[in-house]
């Protein structure tokens, strides 16, 4: 299959599935070896061929739609976002929470094979915890393959995954099993994986950190993007926070959140009372 045939391709079906072709140029070529899979499996020759299947078989969008997953995750990816929430924003949430006498809560949405959930863990366990002992962290991840939730769920790791982690996590977060390495089982607690799409579902909340990076505002056309973003709000307490990933914005409109100054993919949900910290001062000052 030619990267041109694969290319225009995309650029007729990705619309159909509501979806951007602008936020699958990099990775075409891992969507583009599904495709030729699959069309291997139908016995088909051609895109033109799988084309017509398309309009003639409604429910091979369905297939499609699952050949156009992505699924790149890694510990600690974009440092500088981990550790502004590790600088600012958990530190913050933490103190709130306990004076409030709660846990902070996190949605990971579309966390892959748990690689962003468990670095949150980590992050809290080796640098909020010890600061507010009587807090917890309870994180969500949820995605939509069941494959990658089961990963998750397992907690083992190849070394491909750890390029980007803090090197002293090695040594207490990890323990080395059949050539992989696995979280070991006292940092799993309060850190839960649930099948879930989020075009159509999101865990009941509210959460104080929703962390949606590299996939709605990646992947999905403009009005599944201001349907996802509405999904997510609902579930973000006010004075929240919603992270994103390295190249990704919000829609237009969305001035109910606020970007960090010093990280523009951390946005805050602006208080429901209009009391909420000023951001500016959040980018000066650790909080308690």
């Given at each position: 299959?030619?990267d041109s045939?694969?290319?225009?391709?995309?650029?007729?079906?990705?619309?159909?599935?509501?979806?951007?072709?602008?936020?699958?140029?990099r990775?075409?070529r891992?969507?583009?070896?599904?495709?030729?899979?699959?069309?291997?499996?139908?016995?088909?020759?051609?895109?033109?061929?799988?084309?017509?299947?398309?309009?003639?078989?409604p429910?091979?969008w369905?297939?499609?739609?699952?050949?156009?997953?992505?699924?790149?995750?890694?510990?600690?990816?974009d440092?500088?976002?981990?550790?502004?929430?590790?600088?600012?924003?958990?530190?913050?949430?933490?103190?709130?929470?306990?004076?409030?006498?709660?846990d902070?809560?996190c949605?990971?949405?579309?966390c892959?094979?748990?690689?962003?959930?468990?670095s949150?863990?980590?992050?809290?366990e080796?640098?909020?915890g010890?600061?507010?002992?009587?807090?917890?962290?309870?994180?969500?991840?949820?995605?939509?393959?069941?494959?990658?939730?089961?990963?998750?769920?397992r907690g083992?790791?190849?070394?491909?995954?750890?390029?980007?982690?803090?090197?002293?996590?090695?040594?207490?977060?990890?323990?080395?099993?059949?050539?992989?390495y696995?979280?070991?089982?006292r940092?799993?607690?309060?850190?839960?994986?649930r099948?879930?799409?989020?075009?159509?579902?999101?865990?009941?909340?509210?959460?104080?950190?929703?962390?949606?990076?590299?996939?709605a505002?990646?992947?999905?056309a403009?009005?599944?993007?201001?349907?996802?973003?509405?999904r997510?709000?609902g579930?973000?307490?006010p004075?929240?926070y919603l992270?994103?990933?390295?190249?990704?914005?919000?829609?237009?409109d969305?001035e109910?959140?606020?970007?960090?100054?010093?990280?523009r993919?951390?946005?805050?949900?602006?208080?429901?009372?209009g009391?909420?910290?000023?951001?500016?001062n959040?980018?000066?000052?650790?909080?308690?």
């Amino acid at each position: 299959m030619k990267d041109s045939d694969c290319v225009e391709f995309l650029q007729w079906a990705l619309p159909r599935l509501n979806m951007r072709w602008a936020g699958f140029r990099r990775v075409r070529r891992q969507v583009c070896k599904r495709i030729a899979r699959r069309l291997n499996e139908l016995g088909l020759g051609s895109l033109d061929q799988y084309r017509n299947r398309l309009e003639s078989d409604p429910a091979e969008w369905s297939r499609l739609d699952g050949l156009c997953h992505i699924t790149i995750s890694r510990f600690y990816r974009d440092r500088r976002v981990f550790d502004v929430l590790g600088e600012y924003v958990l530190p913050e949430l933490a103190k709130s929470a306990t004076a409030n006498g709660r846990d902070v809560g996190c949605w990971c949405a579309g966390c892959a094979s748990g690689e962003e959930v468990y670095s949150l863990k980590f992050l809290w366990e080796s640098r909020i915890g010890p600061r507010f002992p009587i807090t917890r962290l309870e994180i969500i991840g949820t995605d939509l393959e069941p494959v990658m939730i089961e990963r998750a769920r397992r907690g083992c790791f190849s070394a491909g995954s750890f390029k980007d982690m803090p090197a002293a996590w090695w040594e207490w977060a990890f323990e080395r099993t059949s050539g992989h390495y696995c979280v070991k089982d006292r940092y799993r607690k309060d850190v839960r994986f649930r099948l879930e799409d989020l075009r159509e579902q999101a865990p009941p909340g509210p959460f104080d950190l929703i962390l949606c990076r590299n996939l709605a505002f990646t992947y999905f056309a403009e009005p599944l993007q201001r349907a996802a973003l509405e999904r997510i709000e609902g579930r973000l307490r006010p004075g929240g926070y919603l992270v994103l990933g390295t190249h990704e914005d919000l829609p237009s409109d969305s001035e109910q959140f606020e970007p960090l100054p010093e990280c523009r993919e951390i946005y805050r949900l602006g208080s429901a009372s209009g009391d909420g910290k000023d951001m500016r001062n959040l980018a000066s000052q650790k909080a308690g």
